[in-house]
Each structure stands twice: as structure tokens, then as C-alpha cells.
């Protein structure tokens, strides 16, 4: 249904947010974390159309509030996160997305960046779904805030993976260190 939809929507996708993709080569086949720099609620909409493969958004769950939203964010294959806290629910359900070969799409700064700076402060999930499922990361850079009826720039840069820290019992300090090379990744990809 997905496709259909994606294949519907399509033109009005194009006219309202032609975009320029670069780089789709660098997606990996199988299974695929996708970070991306977040500054505007129009991302996710780029992202959706980026690829024809099933990708899963992990999003805070007050976007399920709203009845018409939670519809958009199930067809969407949207993860509800609760980002106050540990969500056991949205990591297992991440995990086994990532464990069925699919790609899981995240923002890890873990909400838009309304700064200057190029990015704000990465979090540790991304690292965390990458070492426990050993799955490659591939950083995504929208070049600016998205705009309707303006070409739009998003960047697939190289996938790359945190092998250095697999087989290892995570702690902060490790997953610390981790989203700093994400972090450092996304800001190479620009």
C-alpha cells in the first residue's frame, strides 16, 4: 500500500518539494540506519520519497496524538519514541526493523535544530541501534531548511559502521564516543 501511495503522491511531492538526491548509490543494500540533520518538519517528507525501500521513522510519540497525524505516521511506518525517557518499546521495535533487513530512518540530534549551528548535540541512539544490530549508518545532509516550490538538496554520503565498539558491553562513555563520529560523519557529508 505503501507504494501505491508513494507512487500517488509523487507528482505533488515533485511540484511542491522538487529535490535533488545525490548519491543514492552510497545506500547500502540489506539493512541501513539513515541519519540526517533536522531542521524543519518537512524532512521526514524527503526522506519518505529518497527511496522506493520499506524505511521505518523512529518519532516522538506526541506525533501520535493527533488522530489524522498517527494515520499519516502508521502508513508512514512511524516508531512512537517516548523521548523523556528509556523507551524499551521503540528500541526493541527498532532492533527487530533493523533485524528484518529494513532501513530505520532517525534525526539524532532527537528534535530540529531552531539554531545557527550546524548541528546540535547528537544523541546516543543512532549508536546504539548501529553497534547492537551491526548495521551499517549512512548520513544524510539536507542542505537547508526545506522550502515549497524551491529545488531542495539532500546528500547520501558514504555508509560507514561502528565495528570498533560491536562485542562490547555499551556504556555512556562508549556510546559517547560513538555519536561523536556520528556526529562528526553528518558534518563530513555537507
Not at 524532512?43 to 523512529?58: A, C, G, M, N, V
Not at 548501529?130 to 537547508?144: D, G, L, N, R, S
Not at 555512556?172 to 553528518?186: F, M, R
Amino acid at each position: 500500500m505503501l507504494v501505491f501511495l508513494k507512487i500517488l503522491l509523487f507528482p505533488w511531492f515533485w511540484l511542491l518539494f522538487p529535490t535533488i538526491f545525490k548519491n543514492k548509490k552510497n545506500i547500502p543494500q540489506g539493512k541501513a540506519i539513515f541519519i540526517c540533520n533536522h531542521k524543519s518538519n518537512a524532512d521526514p517528507i524527503l526522506l519518505i520519497f529518497s527511496t522506493w525501500r520499506k524505511q521505518y521513522f523512529l518519532s516522538k510519540k506526541e506525533l501520535f496524538e493527533n488522530k489524522f497525524i498517527k494515520f499519516i505516521m502508521k502508513i508512514d511506518r512511524g516508531i512512537p519514541d517516548d523521548r523523556g525517557k528509556t523507551d524499551l518499546t521503540a528500541i526493541k521495535s527498532g532492533i527487530k526493523v533493523l533485524n528484518d533487513g529494513n532501513i530505520l530512518t532517525i534525526f539524532p540530534e532527537g528534535t530540529r535544530n531552531k539554531t545557527d549551528a550546524e548541528l546540535s548535540e547528537v544523541k546516543a541512539g543512532a549508536a546504539m541501534f548501529a553497534i547492537k544490530t551491526k548495521t551499517p549508518i549512512v548520513p544524510i545532509w539536507i542542505e537547508k531548511k526545506p522550502r515549497v516550490f524551491r529545488f531542495n538538496k539532500v546528500k547520501f554520503g558514504e555508509a560507514f559502521t561502528l565495528e570498533e565498539f560491536y562485542d562490547q558491553k555499551l556504556d555512556s562513555e562508549k556510546l559517547d564516543l560513538a555519536s561523536k563520529i556520528i556526529a562528526e560523519k553528518l558534518i563530513e557529508n555537507k
